[in-house]
C-alpha cells in the first residue's frame, strides 16, 4: 500500500523568504502522479502543482516549483518570495497512474505554514 | 463561475438523523469522489464515481450512500448519523480516467453531529 509522510507538521517563514516542505512517499509503482494542496482558513482544497511520475523536470507553478527524487521517493515544494496569503495547510498527496478505475489520492498528514509579516 | 459546489457548507444535526450532503459540477468532468477530512485534517477517500457508476468504495459504513443520479451530481447521504461523522466533507471531481489526473474540490460541508 501506498503512503505519504510529512514530516514536518508545522513551519513557519518570514515574508518574501523562502521556505521547502518536505514530502516523502512509498510505492512500488513506477507510474504514478505527485500532488501538494493547500487548504487555507477558507477550508478550501487548492491544486498548488503536480508532477508525472515519469517526467524529470521538475514542475514549476510561478513563486512554487517541486524538488522530485524519483529514486528517494522525495517530492519537495519550494515556496519563493512567500506572501501572507500563503498561509494555509499543505498537502502532499499521491495518485497511481494505473489503466483501471480505482484512482484515489492518497495523502499525508500535512504542514501547517504561516508566513509572518 | 463555481467549478465543484456542495450544499450546505455547514450542517449541523443531532445524533439519529439522517441527512444528505449535495455535490455539482460544471467541469464536464467524468468523474467524482467524496473525501472526508478529520479533526486532525487527515484526509480520506470515500467513493468514486465515474459515469455514474461506483468505482471505489473504501472501508466506509453503509450508512453512507452516496448517488450519482448523473455525471455532473454525486450526493451523500448519510443515515442514523453519530457523533464521529462528524468531519469536513469535500467531493471533488477530475476528467475521464485514461487521461487527466487532477482532481478539483468544492468547498467542503463542515458536519457537526450533537
Known amino acids: 500500500a501506498q503512503t505519504v509522510t510529512q514530516s514536518q507538521p508545522e513551519m513557519s517563514v518570514q515574508e518574501a523568504e523562502t521556505v521547502t516542505l518536505s514530502c516523502t512517499y512509498d510505492t512500488s509503482e513506477n507510474n504514478y502522479y505527485l500532488f501538494w494542496y493547500k487548504q487555507p482558513p477558507s477550508r478550501q482544497m487548492i491544486l498548488v502543482i503536480r508532477?508525472?511520475?515519469?517526467k524529470q523536470q521538475n514542475a514549476t507553478e510561478n513563486r512554487f516549483s517541486v524538488n522530485f527524487q524519483k529514486a528517494a521517493k522525495s517530492f519537495s515544494l519550494k515556496i519563493s518570495d512567500s506572501q501572507l496569503g500563503d498561509t494555509a495547510m499543505y498537502f502532499c498527496a499521491f495518485m497511481k497512474n494505473n489503466a483501471g478505475n480505482n484512482r484515489k489520492l492518497i495523502w499525508g498528514l500535512g504542514t501547517s505554514l504561516g508566513v509572518n509579516p | 463561475d463555481t467549478a465543484v459546489s456542495q450544499t450546505p457548507k455547514y450542517l449541523v444535526t443531532q445524533m439519529g438523523n439522517d441527512k444528505s450532503i449535495k455535490c455539482e459540477q460544471n467541469?464536464?468532468?467524468?468523474?467524482m469522489y467524496w473525501y472526508k477530512q478529520d479533526s486532525k485534517k487527515f484526509l480520506k477517500i470515500m467513493f468514486s464515481y465515474n459515469n455514474k457508476e461506483l468505482i471505489i468504495n473504501e472501508t466506509v459504513p453503509n450508512r453512507f450512500s452516496p448517488k450519482s443520479p448523473d455525471k455532473a451530481h454525486l450526493n451523500l447521504h448519510i443515515n442514523s448519523l453519530e457523533l464521529g461523522d462528524s468531519a469536513v466533507y469535500f467531493c471533488a471531481s477530475s476528467q475521464d480516467l485514461a487521461r487527466t489526473d487532477t482532481q478539483y474540490f468544492g468547498p467542503g460541508t463542515r458536519l457537526t453531529v450533537l
Open positions: 467541469l464536464g468532468h467524468d468523474t
Open positions: 508532477q508525472e511520475a515519469y
